[in-house]
């Protein structure tokens, strides 16, 4: 195969087009005669975009995609990320003109099927989280628990409380406190037990009439289920705070329980975690929040509602925080999931979870004799293990995590939670088949003979990558951040002085 | 026994397998940690699966009762716009390696995606005029938010100025997320069509971290951003800018004219309507603002054999590795829109852009200058890109419900929004012949005379 490593801008040629607009047929018009000269752009000006033709745009963007590992291309079992197949209808749906070509301002009265398809969807994410309303707008996780979080404040401050504090375990993901403090509180780190949960008796401690929240992930970033979590719903709600449910790790409950049973207040899911809407190399995804009883005052609005068979808009709610995103969310992304939600139905999404479960489970045992395992009770969906044993060896998690590069497997998350050692944290989820897993292990179970014996192999690895291990430090030190000509030109002298 | 969902694989022979191997007898047994008390009872409540035919059908069925802009002739605007998108779009975004991808967390399988990007940064420089970009924010609104609490915190001032010709949606998320972090949000008054620059000057003061513009403004009207710089300077103000990426083809960059930071919607470049999103945010700071900004970004570097990279960088301004201090909550972006406006800013080129961007200019005064001459009002005083805004003798809800009736989608109501209900904010795209026009011209006469 040829090496192809050209940026766009270096296969650009003057003169070279990949569009076809028809000819203007109104008169044209000089830009000078309307505005002053300092407003206009020149020709001389112009942003320099590239310059190719359809096929060099085509070969251009093949090429890279051949450099891009996705989920369509092997086992992702990245942790807290719920990598399971993106179905490719839930494509097809989202680009029909009637859901791909209408515009957010048309009437609601010309959008009915659109905004029928949130009401449903809203109601079956309510139904899923136990929750009594849900909205649809935040654009992702860490925005929902943004909005979530103005919830929270919102509802202190009618009860006329001014609460500072939301608790958050050490094994918290970072957008939760780094939400709580755009939303304007102060974030206090609990400690984990020995098994990696909520301890119960420390977070009493915490508890004051400065608690505004308490946020967790359940089954939490370890994988593991808070099985107390009756009882710190109730010591949260006896403070006078209310407890937030931070939806990753959603998958691994569905038709089992439900954050409304659990006691929580306010939910976020991560629609494109459990709800399979694809991660598109980092977005966009979707973070709906649900909210119980007594928080419906202050959902984002508009809201979306059905008034006798007419789907209508309503944002006549006073207590609202407001809108927190622009138009009806990231609708592209809820149509994905709700033809997922269409197509697994009850029974399918009970079989969801224990597929996940199951998985997690199966792969866990079949890895614990090779690395350290720092919980042995039940996991749910993902589970963390150690990389401590072979660090003593001289190799380390980041290392295995690129040798494991060579197999054609993306890595777990390493590092992560912060909690654990030189953590590996795997989610095979339900959509990968036993001799997927199977496999994994095999490699998983080589690279932890390999440390043992040839740690060389895995200290230089990766060995099979379009590239080596990149220089991260260089990048942060001296950024790079675009492409500038006057590179070109320096790249031409090197060539020549070479 | 075969199995009923087709994204599940497990056979009841494999799991046989995996529940003998963790010596369980059924699957319920890996879920006894969850307590009885809250264990669900009975299924969830919701409809049952729907075979793919079946729900394909259903769906088609449901998108239908939507009128789109494959039917109707739409003149909607108002920040979200019907504009060409050419083939290649959708598929380079189509690319499973893209799309099923996560973050490039581990940048040697993801060179492809990081590459991308940093190629699309590079795009919004370009057009932006500024020295840094990221890899993109949820969409315009947020993107601008953002871009105040920045100001704010570099600024350690309380209270940011915005323009009544921003997108109201923009200032609404706006205010909700000043009410978070604690600062003021002030309005700034129109003069007619434009910023008003005497409410501005007088508003300005030591304690006014940013002025917030719109380029074109949400009248369509191109604001004097050189005049507005100079009264924002006078006070020690940063400048943001929220510009339409399209128009910037034509108007001069943000970044030449003094803007410390630039922002807006890729939306116009590539991305389709699709009911208001998902769309792309840009955010494009003054290099002094590098390390600051939110977001992720794509660095160029080295790999161990001297050979060129991409990687995630700049990180330690991330949630992931700041938690609580960190500059900005936020973590997905909308990398595949990204991708999309890049693949569309690619396929039109240095050139396409232009011209592009000239028809929107030339067909939208070319509507004006016909509505004037049937007599109609048209308020903007300003020269204007591919919106204006039109005075009629009718509540424009009214108007558009005839519009309809003959295959037209009319422009935006300014009655929500900023009390007028008989102004009308119409778009025209260069998706608009001149043919379409006129027939819109044509119905509107008819309408308004009964």
Redesign the interface.
């Known amino acids: 195969m040829v090496e192809y490593?050209d940026?766009?801008?270096e296969i650009?040629r003057p003169g070279?087009?990949?569009?076809?607009?028809?000819e203007?047929?109104?008169?044209?018009?000089d830009?000078e005669s309307?505005?002053?000269k300092?407003?206009?752009?020149d020709?001389e000006?112009?942003?320099?975009?590239?310059?190719?033709s359809?096929l060099q745009?085509?070969r251009?963007?093949?090429?890279?995609?051949?450099?891009?590992?996705?989920?369509?291309?092997g086992f992702?079992p990245?942790g807290s990320?719920t990598?399971?197949?993106?179905?490719k209808?839930n494509?097809?749906?989202?680009?029909?003109?009637?859901?791909?070509?209408?515009?957010?301002?048309?009437?609601p009265e010309?959008?009915?099927?659109?905004l029928?398809?949130l009401y449903n969807l809203q109601e079956?994410l309510a139904?899923?989280t136990g929750m009594d309303a849900i909205s649809l707008q935040p654009?992702?996780?860490?925005?929902g628990?943004?909005t979530g979080?103005?919830m929270v404040?919102a509802y202190h401050e009618k009860n006329g409380e001014n609460r500072k504090k939301v608790l958050v375990p050490d094994s918290a993901?970072?957008?939760n406190?780094?939400?709580?403090?755009?939303?304007?509180f102060?974030?206090t780190t609990i400690p984990s037990n020995k098994d990696g949960l909520v301890d119960l008796e420390e977070l009493k401690k915490y508890l004051d009439s400065d608690t505004a929240a308490l946020m967790l992930t359940n089954p939490n970033t370890l994988g593991?289920?808070e099985?107390e979590?009756?009882e710190i719903a109730a010591v949260v709600h006896e403070a006078g705070g209310l407890l937030y449910y931070d939806g990753a790790n959603a998958n691994a409950?569905?038709?089992?329980?439900?954050p409304g049973?659990?006691?929580f207040d306010i939910v976020h899911l991560n629609l494109?975690k459990t709800f399979?809407t694809?991660?598109?190399?980092?977005?966009?995804?979707a973070g709906p929040v649900g909210v119980k009883e007594n928080l419906i005052p202050y959902l984002?609005v508009p809201r979306i509602e059905k008034d006798g068979e007419k789907y209508v808009l309503n944002s006549n709610y006073p207590l609202s925080?407001?809108?927190?995103?622009?138009?009806?969310?990231?609708?592209?992304?809820l149509v994905r999931a709700y033809?997922y939600?269409?197509?697994?139905?009850?029974?399918?999404?009970?079989?969801?979870s224990?597929?996940a479960?199951?998985?997690a489970?199966?792969l866990r045992?079949?890895l614990e004799e090779h690395f350290d395992s720092p919980y042995t009770?039940?996991c749910?969906h993902e589970f963390v293990l150690s990389g401590s044993r072979q660090k003593k060896l001289g190799v380390r998690t980041l290392d295995m995590?690129?040798r494991l590069?060579d197999f054609g497997y993306?890595?777990p998350t390493i590092y992560?939670p912060l909690n654990v050692e030189e953590g590996l944290m795997i989610e095979p989820t339900?959509?990968?088949?036993?001799e997927t897993m199977d496999a994994f292990a095999d490699a998983m179970i080589q690279i932890a003979k390999e440390v043992e014996e040839n740690p060389d192999i895995v200290l230089d690895a990766?060995h099979t990558?379009?590239?080596?291990?990149?220089?991260?430090v260089?990048?942060?030190r001296k950024?790079?951040?675009?492409?500038t000509k006057e590179k070109d030109s320096e790249k031409e002298k090197q060539t020549v002085k070479s | 026994m075969t199995n009923?969902?087709r994204?599940?694989?497990?056979t009841e022979q494999?799991?046989k397998?995996?529940?003998e191997?963790?010596n369980v007898s059924s699957?319920e047994d890996?879920?006894?940690?969850?307590?009885s008390?809250?264990?669900?009872e009975g299924?969830?409540?919701?409809?049952?699966?729907?075979p793919?035919p079946v729900?394909?059908k259903?769906?088609?069925?449901?998108?239908?009762?939507?009128?789109?802009?494959?039917?109707y002739s739409?003149f909607?605007g108002?920040?979200?716009y019907?504009h060409?998108i050419?083939s290649?779009v959708?598929?380079?975004i189509?690319?499973?390696?893209?799309?099923?991808?996560?973050?490039?967390y581990?940048?040697?399988?993801?060179?492809?995606?990081l590459?991308?990007?940093?190629?699309f940064?590079?795009?919004v420089?370009?057009?932006t005029g500024m020295?840094?970009?990221n890899?993109?924010m949820?969409?315009?609104?947020?993107s601008l938010a953002e871009a105040a609490?920045l100001a704010v915190a570099s600024k350690k001032r309380s209270k940011v100025l915005v323009s009544r010709g921003v997108h109201p949606?923009?200032r609404?998320?706006l205010?909700?997320?000043a009410?978070?972090?604690?600062y003021a949000v002030e309005e700034v008054g129109l003069d007619t069509d434009i910023t008003d620059l005497k409410q501005l000057q007088s508003q300005l003061g030591k304690d006014t971290a940013a002025v917030i513009i719109q380029y074109p403004n949400f009248f369509g009207s191109?604001e004097?951003?050189?005049e507005i710089k100079k009264y924002a300077n006078e006070q020690g103000a940063l400048f943001i800018v929220s510009a339409n990426p399209l128009a910037?083809?034509?108007?001069?960059?943000p970044g030449?004219?003094g803007a410390d930071m630039v922002v807006g919607d890729m939306q116009p470049l590539g991305i389709?309507?699709?009911?208001?999103?998902?769309?792309?945010g840009y955010f494009a700071v003054d290099k002094k603002f590098?390390r600051k900004i939110p977001g992720?970004?794509?660095?160029?570097?080295?790999?161990?054999?001297g050979?060129?990279?991409?990687?995630l960088?700049?990180?330690?301004r991330?949630?992931?590795?700041?938690?609580?201090?960190?500059t900005?909550?936020?973590?997905?972006?909308?990398?595949?829109?990204a991708?999309a406006s890049a693949?569309c800013?690619?396929?039109?080129?240095?050139?396409?852009?232009?011209?592009?961007a000239?028809?929107n200019?030339?067909?939208a005064?070319?509507m004006a200058n016909l509505l004037q001459s049937k007599g109609f009002i048209v308020k903007n005083k300003s020269?204007f890109f591919n919106e204006f805004v039109v005075e009629l003798p009718l509540p424009v809800?009214e108007v558009?419900?005839k519009l309809?009736e003959s295959g037209i989608?009319g422009g935006?109501d300014l009655g929500e929004a900023y009390g007028e209900q008989k102004q009308m904010l119409i778009a025209v795209t260069?998706q608009r012949?001149?043919?379409e026009?006129d027939q819109f011209v044509e119905c509107l006469e008819a309408v308004v005379n009964g």
């Open positions: 490593n940026l766009i801008f650009s070279r087009v990949g569009y076809s607009l028809p203007s047929d109104v008169e044209s018009i830009l309307k505005l002053p300092h407003l206009i752009r020709e000006d112009a942003a320099d975009l590239p310059e190719v359809e745009l085509v251009h963007y093949t090429a890279l995609s051949n450099k891009n590992h996705g989920i369509d291309n992702y990245l990320c990598m399971k197949y993106n179905p209808i494509e097809d749906i989202a680009r029909l003109p009637g859901f791909s070509r209408i515009h957010p301002y048309q009437q010309t959008a009915q099927g659109a029928e398809l079956e139904v899923i654009s992702a996780g860490a925005q628990e943004w979080l103005m404040k993901h970072g957008t406190p780094a939400s709580a403090s755009v939303a304007g102060e974030t593991l289920f099985t979590i009756e409950i569905l038709g089992k329980t439900t049973a659990m006691g494109h399979t694809p991660h598109g190399g980092g977005g966009p995804g984002p925080i407001g809108r927190v995103k622009g138009y009806h969310g990231n609708f592209g992304i033809t939600i269409r197509t697994m139905g009850t029974e399918g999404l009970r079989q969801v224990e597929g479960v199951l998985h489970n199966y045992k079949r009770q039940l749910k995590a690129k590069l993306h890595p992560f339900e959509t990968e088949s036993k990766p990558t379009v590239v080596g291990r990149l220089d991260e260089q990048a942060a950024p790079v951040v675009r492409y | 009923t969902y994204y599940l694989p497990d494999d799991q397998e995996m529940l191997y963790l699957v890996l879920f006894a940690d969850i307590p008390n809250i264990r669900l299924e969830l409540d919701i409809p049952e699966a729907d793919e729900l394909r259903k769906l088609n069925k449901m998108s239908a009762k939507n009128i789109n802009a494959d039917q739409t909607l108002a920040g979200t019907d060409y050419p290649v959708d598929h380079m189509s690319r499973s390696e893209f799309y099923t991808a996560y973050t490039p581990q940048p040697e399988i993801s060179q492809g995606e590459q991308a990007m940093f190629e940064q590079t795009m420089c370009e057009l020295d840094v970009a890899s993109s949820y969409d315009g609104f947020t609490s949606e923009s609404a998320i205010n909700t997320v009410k978070g972090q604690g191109i004097d951003l050189a910037l083809a034509l108007l001069q960059s030449k004219l389709p309507m699709a009911f208001g999103g998902p769309h792309c590098m992720r970004i794509v660095g160029q570097t080295n790999d161990d054999q050979n060129r990279g991409f990687v960088t700049l990180q330690a991330e949630q992931h590795i700041r938690r609580d201090k960190a900005s909550n936020i973590c997905s972006n909308q990398a595949l829109n991708l693949v800013m690619t396929a039109l080129g240095k050139h396409g852009i232009r011209q592009m000239q028809q200019f030339e067909k005064n070319y020269a809800k558009n419900e309809l989608i935006y260069e012949s001149k043919e026009i």
